[in-house]
C-alpha cells in the first residue's frame, strides 16, 4: 500500500511539472513567471525605518543587487545632482501592471509600486572608494505617492529613514582627475515635493516612454527597456510601434537640437510645465513641447532681471552673454541659480551644452 502511495505520488509531481514546461514555455506575453519576489511591502506600515526593510537588495546592500522583481533601469537623459552617480530600480506587486498613457507622460504605475534611486560617489577620499550617499524611494498608496528618504552610515551597512534634510561633506577624484569637495545636499521632504509637485498631486518624474525607450545592459545582455518591462508582466503590451524619445545628451552623435531637448526635459521640466513649481514662468521645457524653440525661451524677452543683463533674453540666438537661461545654469548664486535645488555646483558640461546651442541658432528676427 504505502508503494502505491508512493507512486501515485510521483505521477502527480510529473504530471504537475510537465503542466509547469507547458507554462513556462507559453508564448502568452502575460506570462508573468513563477518565482515569487522577496519583498516586502506593507503599505499600512511604509515607510519602513530602514531601507533593509523592503528587502529590495540580496547580500549586502551597499552592492545594490536587485533581488527578483526589482528591475533596474536608466533614462536615456539623467539628471545633473552635483555629479553624483545614481542606479534606479522598480518594483511592482505580483500580478500588477503599468499602462502606458502617452510617451510623454509618466506611466500609470499601480497602487503598491516602488520607484528606488541611489546616489553615490566613486574614487571617494581619503579611501579611493565608493561611498553610498542616499536612496530615495517613492511609493505608490491609495490616496497617492508617498517619499521616503533613507541617508547611508558610514559604514555602509544601512541607510535609515531622515526626512529633515542635511549635508554631508564629501571630497573625490573626478572623471578628468580633479579633486572636488562639496557638502552634500540630502533633500528635505518639501523639497522633494517641489521637484514632483504637479497641481495638488505628487508623482514620480523620469519614468515616461520617451525616457526607457532605449538599451538597457540587463545582467542577462542587453535589451530594449519597455521590452523587458512588458516581458517581464510589468507593462501592458499596448504602447504604440513608434515612441518620440529623448536621447542621451552626452551623446555627440546626435542632433544638438535633441541633445539640448533632452537635457532642459529632465533637469528642468517638472517645474516649467503647467501645474509644476514654476509654472508662472512662461517657458516649457518638456520634450513634447520644446519642438517650439518659443517654448525654450528662445527670442522670448526674459522676466526676471539678471545683474549685469540689460534687456536679456531667456535665449538670444548668438549671443551667450544676454541669454538669462545660460547666466542661471552658470551662478551658484541662490537667487539666480536653475535649478534652485537638487545642485550646488554647476554642471560645466551643461553649460557647454546650451552655449554651443545658443551660439547655433539663428538671431531673433
Known sequence: MKNKLISAAVILMVVFGFL???ACSSDDDDYVPFAVSPVVMDLTQVPYPNLSDYKFFTGEIKNQLPAYGVLPYRPNSELFTDYAKKSRFIWLPNGTKANYVSDSQILDLPVGAALIKTFYYDNVQ???S??????????????????AEYIWNNEQTEASLQMMGGTSPITWIDQNN????????FPSENKCIKCHKWNAEHRPIGIKPQNLNGVYNYATGPKNQLTKLIEFGYLENSIPAVINATVDYNDTSKSLDLR???YLDIN???????GGDAEYMEIRMAFDKTIEPINMGV???ASIQIPGIDRGFVVKPANTGESTLLYMMNTNASNYRMPRIGRTMVH????????????????CD
Open 126 to 128: 581619503p579611501s579611493n
Open 268 to 274: 528642468c521640466a517638472h517645474c516649467h510645465q503647467d
Open 178 to 185: 580633479n579633486t572636488q569637495s562639496i557638502d552634500y545636499e
Open 260 to 262: 539640448v531637448r533632452s
Open 130 to 147: 565608493r561611498r553610498i550617499m542616499e536612496t530615495r524611494v517613492m511609493i505608490r498608496k491609495s490616496d497617492g505617492w508617498i517619499f
Open 20 to 22: 509547469s514546461i507547458g
Open 299 to 301: 527670442c522670448k524677452p
Open 348 to 363: 560645466q558640461e551643461g553649460v557647454q551644452l546650451i552655449s554651443n546651442w545658443i551660439n547655433s541658432l539663428t538671431p
